[in-house]
């Protein structure tokens, strides 16, 4: 197995990790206590050695802590480690990564992209399956009607909401939270 390595790192929201190896970055954690990002990479890196990231990727660490406190960053330069990512998968991630800082799609609008609207399921699996998190901004697609759909995260549709809420990227009106039970929800007016 390739030599890789981690780091951790604060954001606003929370620890968030990051692995790379020599291909570029095998995996980015999402915001939650740092014991269980390490225990995350750890479980899925086990001979991975946490130090310092070299310059490419403590420029994507910058970024994504700048994503992290609201301030619109252009992640598309991270080299990505995809050899072991499918091909569909690989084709949801582009269009993921397209869209920008503050705005959001659907899963129809994704799969759309790709050539067939039928394909929104499909879309929402390999999201699941994104290793990449606000690398590739999976929290930014959602289901039809500005429903939250999804996240696959710890933390789940709560940290795909703060993610959002930090970016300002809800759609008008509350049906973005319709799927948040009540003590989550945003005060409205």
């Known amino acids: ?16 990790g990051i692995a790379w190896g020599e291909g570029g970055i095998v995996a ?26 070299p ?8 970024d994504i802590v700048a ?8 992640l598309t330069y991270a080299a990505l480690d995809m050899r072991a990512i499918p091909d569909f998968n690989r084709k949801v991630y582009a269009v993921a990564q397209g869209i920008p800082f503050g705005k959001t799609l ?15 399921r499909d879309v929402g699996q390999a999201l699941g399956q994104n290793p990449f998190p606000i690398v590739v901004p999976c929290h930014r697609v959602l289901a039809a009607s500005g429903k939250t759909g ?3 995260a710890p933390g789940g549709v709560t940290t795909k909401m703060k993610m959002l809420t930090v970016e300002r990227a809800q759609p008008s009106g509350p049906t973005l939270f319709d799927d ?10």
């Open 106 to 120: 659907t899963y129809g609008e994704v799969a759309a992209r790709l050539g067939d609207r039928l394909l929104a």
């Open 180 to 189: 948040l039970p009540l003590a989550v929800r945003p005060r409205q007016g």
């Open 150 to 152: 999804g996240f696959s």
């Open 28 to 53: 980015v954690r999402t915001p939650e206590a740092g014991d269980k990002v390490r225990a995350r990479l750890l479980k899925r890196f086990p001979s991975a050695r946490e130090q310092a990231p």
């Open 67 to 74: 994503v992290m406190s609201g301030e619109p960053r252009d």
């Open 55 to 62: 310059p490419d990727v403590a420029r994507v660490v910058a």
């Open 1 to 16: 197995m390739p030599e890789i390595s981690f780091a951790i790192f604060d954001t606003a929201l929370g620890e968030c």
